[in-house]
């Protein structure tokens, strides 16, 4: 398994709030194995931009607290998949528990 996993970064942790955060973790997954995260600070945050940043990165895999659905259905354009209602952990501890199929979500915390 190869991916990209995009995860908005507050303090080094998820961000709850996606459009709004100052840093994403850029998680590589190759043959199954977690690497070294890169941190990579996004471009000012306007509709739209953010998707298509992440798609240029080579994200396949976005991890967040809340995300508004518009946001959700342009990453979808992109044939990036949206997880929400993750847990405020490293990018690392949330990527890892995503490939075991343990990590949990709950609700979506954005409201718009």
Same mark, same amino acid.
Request: proline content about 9%.
């Given at each position: 398994?190869?991916?990209?996993?995009?995860?908005?970064?507050?303090?080094?942790?998820?961000?709850?709030?996606?459009?709004?955060?100052?840093?994403?973790?850029? /998680?590589? /997954?190759?043959?199954?194995?977690?690497?070294?995260?890169?941190?990579?600070?996004?471009?000012?945050?306007?509709?739209?931009?953010?998707?298509?940043?992440?798609?240029?990165?080579?994200?396949?895999? /976005?991890?967040?607290?809340?995300?508004?659905?518009?946001?959700?259905?342009?990453?979808?354009?992109?044939?990036?998949? /949206?997880?929400?209602?993750?847990?405020?952990?490293?990018?690392?501890?949330?990527?890892?528990?995503?490939?075991?199929?343990?990590?949990?979500?709950?609700?979506?915390?954005?409201?718009?």
């Amino acid at each position: 398994m190869n991916m990209k996993v995009a995860v908005p970064l507050a303090d080094g942790k998820l961000a709850m709030h996606f459009g709004h955060c100052k840093e994403f973790a850029l /998680v590589p /997954v190759t043959g199954g194995e977690i690497g070294k995260p890169e941190v990579l600070i996004p471009p000012p945050h306007e509709p739209g931009v953010l998707p298509r940043w992440l798609n240029e990165m080579g994200a396949n895999l /976005v991890i967040a607290g809340g995300m508004g659905q518009r946001a959700i259905g342009l990453f979808a354009e992109y044939g990036i998949k /949206v997880l929400v209602g993750a847990p405020a952990l490293a990018p690392e501890e949330l990527v890892r528990r995503y490939l075991e199929g343990t990590l949990e979500t709950g609700q979506n915390v954005c409201d718009h």
